[in-house]
Protein backbone atom coordinates (compact mmCIF):
# COMPACT_ATOMS: atom_id res chain seq x y z
CA UNK A 1 0.00 0.00 0.00
CA UNK A 2 1.41 3.35 -0.73
CA UNK A 3 -0.20 7.17 -1.66
CA UNK A 4 0.10 8.22 -5.21
CA UNK A 5 1.88 10.98 -5.08
CA UNK A 6 2.23 11.38 -8.89
CA UNK A 7 -1.71 11.66 -9.18
CA UNK A 8 -1.67 14.09 -6.45
CA UNK A 9 0.84 16.43 -8.35
CA UNK A 10 -0.65 16.11 -12.17
CA UNK A 11 -3.87 17.11 -10.36
CA UNK A 12 -1.70 20.28 -8.84
CA UNK A 13 -0.38 20.59 -12.30
CA UNK A 14 -3.40 20.94 -13.79
CA UNK A 15 -5.67 23.29 -11.12
CA UNK A 16 -2.61 25.34 -12.05
CA UNK A 17 -2.89 25.40 -15.43
CA UNK A 18 -6.58 25.70 -15.83
CA UNK A 19 -6.15 28.65 -13.21
CA UNK A 20 -3.74 30.37 -15.51
CA UNK A 21 -0.44 30.62 -12.83
CA UNK A 22 2.77 31.00 -14.40
CA UNK A 23 4.03 30.26 -11.12
CA UNK A 24 2.59 27.94 -8.50
CA UNK A 25 4.45 27.55 -5.04
CA UNK A 26 3.07 25.64 -2.43
CA UNK A 27 5.10 26.81 1.20
CA UNK A 28 2.55 24.88 3.62
CA UNK A 29 5.00 21.83 5.22
CA UNK A 30 1.66 19.79 5.38
CA UNK A 31 0.94 20.74 1.77
CA UNK A 32 4.74 20.08 0.36
CA UNK A 33 4.38 16.52 3.09
CA UNK A 34 0.99 16.06 0.92
CA UNK A 35 2.40 16.24 -2.52
CA UNK A 36 5.85 15.35 -2.26
CA UNK A 37 5.98 12.77 1.06
CA UNK A 38 8.96 15.01 2.23
CA UNK A 39 7.91 15.81 6.02
CA UNK A 40 9.36 18.58 7.67
CA UNK A 41 9.49 21.72 9.47
CA UNK A 42 11.40 24.30 8.44
CA UNK A 43 11.14 26.78 11.14
CA UNK A 44 11.84 30.14 10.41
CA UNK A 45 14.07 28.72 7.15
CA UNK A 46 12.61 29.01 3.24
CA UNK A 47 11.06 25.56 2.08
CA UNK A 48 8.85 25.44 -1.08
CA UNK A 49 7.42 23.05 -3.99
CA UNK A 50 7.66 25.17 -6.62
CA UNK A 51 5.97 24.66 -10.45
CA UNK A 52 6.33 27.06 -13.19
CA UNK A 53 4.97 26.81 -16.65
CA UNK A 54 8.14 26.76 -18.58
CA UNK A 55 9.62 24.15 -17.26
CA UNK A 56 5.90 22.38 -16.77
CA UNK A 57 7.59 20.08 -13.37
CA UNK A 58 8.01 20.85 -9.69
CA UNK A 59 11.17 21.37 -8.22
CA UNK A 60 11.40 21.08 -4.34
CA UNK A 61 13.41 23.95 -2.28
CA UNK A 62 14.88 22.86 0.96
CA UNK A 63 17.07 24.19 3.60
CA UNK A 64 20.58 22.36 2.92
CA UNK A 65 20.87 20.42 6.25
CA UNK A 66 17.28 18.82 4.98
CA UNK A 67 18.37 17.89 1.48
CA UNK A 68 19.78 14.41 2.65
CA UNK A 69 16.53 13.48 4.10
CA UNK A 70 14.35 15.26 0.74
CA UNK A 71 16.43 13.12 -1.42
CA UNK A 72 15.17 9.95 0.66
CA UNK A 73 11.58 10.83 1.10
CA UNK A 74 10.33 12.74 -1.42
CA UNK A 75 9.07 11.98 -4.75
CA UNK A 76 10.43 15.08 -6.57
CA UNK A 77 13.95 14.18 -7.47
CA UNK A 78 15.09 18.09 -8.19
CA UNK A 79 15.49 19.19 -5.10
CA UNK A 80 17.51 22.89 -4.49
CA UNK A 81 19.15 22.94 -1.03
CA UNK A 82 19.81 26.19 0.45
CA UNK A 83 22.33 26.97 2.84
CA UNK A 84 21.85 29.39 6.07
CA UNK A 85 23.88 32.41 4.38
CA UNK A 86 22.04 32.24 1.10
CA UNK A 87 19.27 34.55 0.18
CA UNK A 88 16.31 31.66 -1.21
CA UNK A 89 14.75 34.50 -3.51
CA UNK A 90 17.63 35.15 -5.43
CA UNK A 91 17.81 31.36 -5.24
CA UNK A 92 14.26 31.04 -6.40
CA UNK A 93 14.60 33.75 -9.21
CA UNK A 94 17.81 32.32 -10.34
CA UNK A 95 16.29 29.08 -11.30
CA UNK A 96 12.60 30.13 -12.35
CA UNK A 97 12.66 31.19 -15.92
CA UNK A 98 10.21 33.56 -16.38
CA UNK A 99 9.24 36.43 -18.33
CA UNK A 100 8.74 40.12 -17.07
CA UNK A 101 5.08 39.37 -15.73
CA UNK A 102 2.39 36.20 -15.11
CA UNK A 103 0.74 35.40 -12.11
CA UNK A 104 2.09 33.42 -8.64
CA UNK A 105 -0.74 30.95 -7.11
CA UNK A 106 0.25 31.05 -3.55
CA UNK A 107 -1.19 29.98 -0.11
CA UNK A 108 -2.34 33.02 1.06
CA UNK A 109 -3.12 31.93 4.91
CA UNK A 110 0.43 31.07 5.10
CA UNK A 111 2.51 33.56 3.02
CA UNK A 112 3.95 36.17 5.41
CA UNK A 113 4.09 39.87 4.32
CA UNK A 114 8.22 39.60 4.42
CA UNK A 115 7.71 36.78 2.06
CA UNK A 116 5.24 38.49 -0.50
CA UNK A 117 7.89 41.55 -0.29
CA UNK A 118 10.55 39.64 -1.39
CA UNK A 119 8.63 37.78 -3.88
CA UNK A 120 7.43 41.19 -5.49
CA UNK A 121 11.54 42.23 -5.11
CA UNK A 122 12.33 39.34 -7.54
CA UNK A 123 9.51 38.91 -9.10
CA UNK A 124 7.95 42.43 -10.35
CA UNK A 125 4.95 43.29 -12.14
CA UNK A 126 3.67 40.17 -11.33
CA UNK A 127 -0.13 39.61 -9.84
CA UNK A 128 -0.79 37.19 -7.28
CA UNK A 129 -3.74 34.08 -6.62
CA UNK A 130 -4.75 32.32 -3.70
CA UNK A 131 -4.04 28.53 -4.29
CA UNK A 132 -5.39 27.74 -0.63
CA UNK A 133 -9.11 26.65 -1.73
CA UNK A 134 -7.84 24.20 -4.92
CA UNK A 135 -5.41 22.93 -2.31
CA UNK A 136 -8.28 21.93 0.28
CA UNK A 137 -10.58 20.69 -2.04
CA UNK A 138 -7.78 18.39 -3.43
CA UNK A 139 -6.74 17.06 0.24
CA UNK A 140 -10.90 16.92 1.33
CA UNK A 141 -11.51 13.59 -0.03
CA UNK A 142 -9.60 11.11 1.63
CA UNK A 143 -8.45 7.59 -0.47
CA UNK A 144 -9.30 4.36 0.99
CA UNK A 145 -5.21 4.23 1.72
CA UNK A 146 -5.18 7.54 3.50
CA UNK A 147 -8.30 5.67 5.40
CA UNK A 148 -5.98 2.56 6.75
CA UNK A 149 -3.00 5.33 7.99
CA UNK A 150 -5.75 7.19 10.09
CA UNK A 151 -7.09 4.22 11.63
CA UNK A 152 -3.39 3.25 12.89
CA UNK A 153 -3.71 6.52 13.70
CA UNK A 154 -7.08 5.86 16.02
CA UNK A 155 -5.71 2.16 16.71
CA UNK A 156 -2.56 3.78 19.07
CA UNK A 157 -4.64 5.67 20.44
CA UNK A 158 -7.28 3.41 21.66
CA UNK A 159 -4.49 1.77 23.35
CA UNK A 160 -2.65 4.50 25.14
CA UNK A 161 -6.72 5.49 26.38
CA UNK A 162 -7.11 1.80 27.42
CA UNK A 163 -3.49 1.88 29.36
CA UNK A 164 -3.82 5.35 30.14
CA UNK A 165 -6.77 5.48 32.59
CA UNK A 166 -5.34 2.56 34.47
CA UNK A 167 -2.89 4.84 35.66
CA UNK A 168 -5.30 7.53 37.21
CA UNK A 169 -5.41 7.97 41.07
CA UNK A 170 -6.45 10.67 43.01
CA UNK A 171 -3.49 12.79 43.90
CA UNK A 172 -2.16 12.37 40.84
CA UNK A 173 -2.43 15.52 38.97
CA UNK A 174 -3.72 16.22 35.32
CA UNK A 175 0.06 16.97 34.48
CA UNK A 176 1.60 13.88 35.52
CA UNK A 177 -1.34 11.79 33.76
CA UNK A 178 -0.42 13.97 30.78
CA UNK A 179 3.49 12.42 30.94
CA UNK A 180 1.96 9.28 31.44
CA UNK A 181 -0.28 9.47 28.25
CA UNK A 182 2.56 10.74 26.31
CA UNK A 183 5.29 8.18 27.05
CA UNK A 184 2.46 5.36 26.06
CA UNK A 185 1.71 6.89 22.38
CA UNK A 186 5.66 6.49 22.07
CA UNK A 187 5.48 2.80 23.37
CA UNK A 188 3.01 2.06 21.37
CA UNK A 189 4.69 3.12 17.94
CA UNK A 190 3.41 6.84 17.26
CA UNK A 191 5.67 10.05 16.40
CA UNK A 192 4.07 11.78 19.16
CA UNK A 193 1.42 13.57 19.64
CA UNK A 194 -0.64 15.26 16.76
CA UNK A 195 -1.61 18.14 19.12
CA UNK A 196 -0.71 19.18 22.37
CA UNK A 197 -2.93 16.56 24.89
CA UNK A 198 -5.70 17.58 27.05
CA UNK A 199 -6.25 16.38 30.40
CA UNK A 200 -8.45 17.81 32.98
CA UNK A 201 -9.96 17.30 35.90
CA UNK A 202 -13.37 18.59 37.85
CA UNK A 203 -14.51 22.08 36.92
CA UNK A 204 -11.35 22.62 34.37
CA UNK A 205 -12.88 19.82 31.95
CA UNK A 206 -15.94 22.70 31.49
CA UNK A 207 -12.85 24.44 29.59
CA UNK A 208 -13.24 22.96 25.96
CA UNK A 209 -9.23 23.82 25.32
CA UNK A 210 -7.61 24.64 28.46
CA UNK A 211 -4.36 23.11 29.62
CA UNK A 212 -3.25 20.30 32.00
CA UNK A 213 -1.38 21.63 35.14
CA UNK A 214 -0.99 21.31 38.86
CA UNK A 215 -4.53 20.54 39.39
CA UNK A 216 -4.78 17.04 41.80
CA UNK A 217 -7.63 14.63 40.45
CA UNK A 218 -10.29 14.34 42.96
CA UNK A 219 -13.22 11.70 43.86
CA UNK A 220 -15.92 13.29 42.45
CA UNK A 221 -13.98 14.67 39.26
CA UNK A 222 -14.88 14.59 35.72
CA UNK A 223 -11.77 13.51 33.74
CA UNK A 224 -11.54 15.02 30.23
CA UNK A 225 -8.92 13.55 28.06
CA UNK A 226 -8.90 15.24 24.08
CA UNK A 227 -5.61 13.64 22.42
CA UNK A 228 -4.25 12.21 19.16
CA UNK A 229 -1.39 11.00 17.78
CA UNK A 230 0.98 11.57 14.56
CA UNK A 231 2.13 8.04 13.18
CA UNK A 232 5.16 7.24 11.75
CA UNK A 233 3.14 7.25 8.01
CA UNK A 234 2.09 11.11 9.03
CA UNK A 235 -1.62 10.80 10.11
CA UNK A 236 -3.57 12.31 12.55
CA UNK A 237 -6.01 11.19 14.85
CA UNK A 238 -7.93 12.91 17.19
CA UNK A 239 -10.18 10.98 20.19
CA UNK A 240 -12.07 12.59 23.48
CA UNK A 241 -13.32 10.84 26.38
CA UNK A 242 -14.58 11.76 29.40
CA UNK A 243 -14.74 9.82 32.66
CA UNK A 244 -15.88 10.50 36.47
CA UNK A 245 -12.95 9.35 39.16
CA UNK A 246 -14.44 7.45 42.35
CA UNK A 247 -18.21 8.42 41.94
CA UNK A 248 -20.83 9.74 39.69
CA UNK A 249 -22.94 12.13 40.66
CA UNK A 250 -26.78 12.00 39.31
CA UNK A 251 -26.25 15.27 37.21
CA UNK A 252 -23.00 14.07 36.19
CA UNK A 253 -24.58 10.79 34.70
CA UNK A 254 -27.54 13.44 33.14
CA UNK A 255 -24.95 15.50 30.72
CA UNK A 256 -22.70 12.65 30.09
CA UNK A 257 -25.88 10.46 28.80
CA UNK A 258 -26.82 13.73 26.83
CA UNK A 259 -23.64 14.23 25.52
CA UNK A 260 -23.36 10.67 23.92
CA UNK A 261 -26.82 10.50 22.87
CA UNK A 262 -26.00 13.46 21.16
CA UNK A 263 -22.81 12.34 19.80
CA UNK A 264 -24.84 9.43 18.27
CA UNK A 265 -27.38 11.31 16.94
CA UNK A 266 -24.92 13.74 14.96
CA UNK A 267 -22.69 10.38 13.78
CA UNK A 268 -26.96 8.56 12.80
CA UNK A 269 -26.97 11.78 10.66
CA UNK A 270 -24.11 11.32 8.41
CA UNK A 271 -24.34 10.71 5.05
CA UNK A 272 -23.07 11.60 1.55
CA UNK A 273 -25.16 14.18 -0.67
CA UNK A 274 -26.95 15.85 3.11
CA UNK A 275 -25.34 19.53 3.75
CA UNK A 276 -22.67 19.25 6.60
CA UNK A 277 -24.99 21.64 8.95
CA UNK A 278 -27.39 18.58 9.29
CA UNK A 279 -24.83 16.90 11.06
CA UNK A 280 -24.35 19.75 13.55
CA UNK A 281 -27.74 20.17 14.33
CA UNK A 282 -29.09 16.97 14.37
CA UNK A 283 -26.20 16.79 17.68
CA UNK A 284 -27.09 20.29 19.00
CA UNK A 285 -31.17 19.44 18.74
CA UNK A 286 -30.43 16.83 21.82
CA UNK A 287 -28.77 18.93 23.55
CA UNK A 288 -30.94 22.26 23.34
CA UNK A 289 -34.01 20.05 23.48
CA UNK A 290 -32.44 18.67 27.60
CA UNK A 291 -32.09 22.26 28.40
CA UNK A 292 -28.22 22.59 28.35
CA UNK A 293 -28.32 24.49 24.93
CA UNK A 294 -26.21 27.72 26.65
CA UNK A 295 -23.25 25.64 27.47
CA UNK A 296 -22.71 24.11 24.17
CA UNK A 297 -21.12 26.65 21.88
CA UNK A 298 -18.84 25.24 19.45
CA UNK A 299 -19.35 23.18 16.16
CA UNK A 300 -20.02 19.90 16.29
CA UNK A 301 -16.93 19.05 14.34
CA UNK A 302 -13.73 19.29 11.78
CA UNK A 303 -11.92 17.43 9.48
CA UNK A 304 -8.60 15.91 10.04
CA UNK A 305 -6.05 13.86 7.53
CA UNK A 306 -2.14 14.55 8.02
CA UNK A 307 -3.02 17.68 10.00
CA UNK A 308 -5.30 17.86 13.00
CA UNK A 309 -7.57 20.57 12.12
CA UNK A 310 -8.61 20.38 8.36
CA UNK A 311 -11.31 21.12 5.77
CA UNK A 312 -14.54 20.44 6.15
CA UNK A 313 -16.04 22.81 9.19
CA UNK A 314 -19.05 20.47 10.35
CA UNK A 315 -21.05 23.69 11.71
CA UNK A 316 -24.62 24.50 11.59
CA UNK A 317 -24.70 26.90 8.76
CA UNK A 318 -22.69 25.54 6.57
CA UNK A 319 -24.39 24.44 3.44
CA UNK A 320 -21.50 22.31 1.86
CA UNK A 321 -22.86 18.79 0.90
CA UNK A 322 -20.92 16.07 2.09
CA UNK A 323 -19.24 13.67 -0.35
CA UNK A 324 -17.94 10.00 -0.15
CA UNK A 325 -14.52 10.71 0.70
CA UNK A 326 -15.08 12.97 3.97
CA UNK A 327 -13.53 12.45 7.42
CA UNK A 328 -14.42 14.48 10.32
CA UNK A 329 -14.88 14.51 13.91
CA UNK A 330 -18.07 14.37 15.73
CA UNK A 331 -17.37 15.72 19.08
CA UNK A 332 -20.64 17.30 20.83
CA UNK A 333 -20.04 18.96 24.57
CA UNK A 334 -21.72 20.20 28.02
CA UNK A 335 -19.76 22.42 29.68
CA UNK A 336 -21.02 23.98 32.69
CA UNK A 337 -18.50 26.82 34.47
CA UNK A 338 -17.30 25.78 38.06
CA UNK A 339 -19.22 22.54 38.04
CA UNK A 340 -17.04 20.75 34.57
CA UNK A 341 -17.86 19.37 31.03
CA UNK A 342 -18.22 16.47 28.98
CA UNK A 343 -17.31 15.72 25.70
CA UNK A 344 -17.51 12.13 23.91
CA UNK A 345 -15.58 12.32 20.51
CA UNK A 346 -15.46 10.40 17.06
CA UNK A 347 -13.78 10.24 13.92
CA UNK A 348 -16.61 9.40 10.98
CA UNK A 349 -15.64 8.92 6.96
CA UNK A 350 -18.32 9.01 4.37
CA UNK A 351 -17.03 5.49 2.78
CA UNK A 352 -17.67 5.06 -1.18
CA UNK A 353 -21.31 4.09 -0.33
CA UNK A 354 -21.76 6.89 0.89
CA UNK A 355 -22.40 5.94 4.49
CA UNK A 356 -20.60 6.71 7.88
CA UNK A 357 -18.35 4.25 9.06
CA UNK A 358 -16.63 5.24 12.02
CA UNK A 359 -13.02 4.48 12.58
CA UNK A 360 -13.12 5.13 16.41
CA UNK A 361 -14.45 2.32 18.69
CA UNK A 362 -13.35 3.24 22.56
CA UNK A 363 -16.41 2.38 24.59
CA UNK A 364 -18.94 5.60 25.17
CA UNK A 365 -21.12 4.03 28.21
CA UNK A 366 -20.05 6.44 31.34
CA UNK A 367 -16.92 4.56 33.15
CA UNK A 368 -16.35 5.26 36.27
CA UNK A 369 -12.43 5.19 37.27
Excluded at 69 to 74: F, G, L, T
Excluded at 81 to 94: G, H, Q, T, V
Excluded at 286 to 314: A, F, T
Excluded at 347 to 353: F, L, P
Amino acid sequence: MSIDYKNRLEHLSHYFKENGLTIGMVMDPANVFYYTGFDSDPHERFMALVWDVEEDGFRLFVPALDKDIAAEDSVIKSIIPISDEEDPFAILKREIETGGSGRIGLEMKVVSMFHHQRLEEVFPGFTYADIQEGINQQRLKKSRDEIVYMQEAVDIIEKVLEEGIKKVKPGMTEAELTAELEYLMKTFGAEGPSFSTIVLGGEKSAWPHGVPGERKLQNGDFLLIDFGVKTRAGYCSDTTRTFVIGEASEKQKEIYNIVKEANEAGIQAVKAGKALKHFDIAAREVINKSGYGEYYNNRVGHGLGIEVHEEPSVHENNEQIAESGFLFTIEPGIYIPDFGGVRIEDEVYIDENGEAEVLTSFPKELQVL
